[in-house]
């Protein structure tokens, strides 16, 4: 059974920088593919940074790519998400979700619209305002 838990959303002005975290339990990030989605108020939701379980392979969507960064510490079973730069457009719920390393890779993880057989987490909110 695998748990994904979201923290570090919040209120953040325009061009300021934040830094989302999941933890994974039940499953070592080490035997995951795992990415951030956004779903923006009205839209659908999109992949945007996707990583592979030995972080050898990673996707970024192109809008997106100068302005964020994917990382993770599988010792403790973290994912990080950092944001910089951010805009109004930027803001929605995010969310972290995952599958085991052997049946998916990180580009086919995000680009995905019908994403059965992914585990997510509940999502956490980011406001952009000034």
């Known amino acids: 059974q695998l748990d994904l838990v979201e923290s570090g959303g919040g209120f953040v002005q325009p061009g300021g920088s934040l830094r989302l975290s999941c933890a994974a339990n039940?499953?070592?990030?080490?035997?995951?593919?795992i990415g951030w989605f956004r779903q923006a108020p009205g839209k659908e939701r999109e992949g945007i940074a996707c990583d592979s379980s030995g972080d050898s392979e990673v996707y970024y969507t192109s809008s997106l790519n100068h302005r964020i960064n994917i990382s993770r510490d599988n010792d403790n079973n973290l994912l990080y998400l950092q944001m910089s730069d951010l805009e109004p457009e930027d803001a929605g719920v995010y969310y972290c979700a995952a599958r085991h390393w052997r049946l998916s890779s990180p580009r086919t993880l995000c680009l995905l619209t019908t994403r059965v057989g992914y585990s997510w987490g509940q999502g956490t909110q980011v406001v952009v305002s000034s």
């Open positions: 039940g499953v070592g990030l080490d035997r995951l593919v």
